[in-house]
């Protein structure tokens, strides 16, 4: 139990703050599109990252030092036509969320490709996720616990935040907070792209 605990607190201490991914997983909510998908490509997506860290690969990615380059800048460029895209639709403006008419315009297969995208083009979820988790759950004879923890707080998180979103619809229903969120995401992307562009 004390090792699960260690990886369910490490795990939801990760993930929790303010990223791309959690982002998308926020809006998708708040719109009501294609939920349920999307916080299982993220769980499971985590889950696999996780398993990972926890069985070595870690080691792997620490001898490979052109591997995280190479996801480095594949990630900021994602991120940076992401961002421009968000910001784009927070100039425009326009959009509210109405309860007798939800939204649900998005194709599936372009929501799970972003969510995709934002998972693994990002480098920090190889650092934290596989690397930081993995070195951390050596320390704990029962690594699989540790491992189960940290998905299990992953797991919760995501399904949190996406079926959680819709308890701020109301806020949601003026085009001015869509407008704000899109400008916040917008500019949270841009950030993260940088300060991966200059290590």
């Not at 940290?150 to 407008?179: D, H, N, Q």
Request: aromatic share 10%; hydrophobic share 60%.
């Amino acid at each position: 139990m004390q090792a699960a605990a260690a990886g369910f607190a490490l795990g939801l201490s990760l993930i929790v703050a303010i990223g791309a991914q959690n982002a998308f997983v926020l809006r998708q909510g708040l719109r009501r599109e294609h939920v349920l998908p999307v916080v299982l490509v993220c769980a499971l997506s985590d889950a696999v990252l996780i398993a990972a860290g926890v069985a070595g690969f870690g080691l792997l990615a620490s001898r490979l030092p052109e591997l995280e380059i190479v996801m480095r800048w594949l990630g900021a460029g994602f991120l940076t036509w992401y961002g421009a895209r968000t910001l784009r639709a927070a100039w425009r403006g326009g959009e509210a969320l109405r309860a007798e008419q939800a939204p649900d315009n998005g194709s599936l297969r372009r929501a799970v490709l972003t969510c995709l995208a934002l998972t693994w083009l990002n480098p920090h979820v190889y650092l934290d996720t596989v690397m930081l988790l993995g070195a951390i759950s050596a320390q704990y004879d029962s690594r699989l616990h540790f491992g189960l923890g940290a998905v299990t707080a992953s797991v919760l998180f995501f399904f949190a935040l996406g079926f959680g979103a819709r308890l701020l619809a109301p806020v949601f229903a003026r085009p001015v907070a869509w407008r704000v969120l899109d400008l916040v995401i917008g500019l949270t992307m841009w950030l993260i792209a940088a300060k991966l562009l200059l290590g």
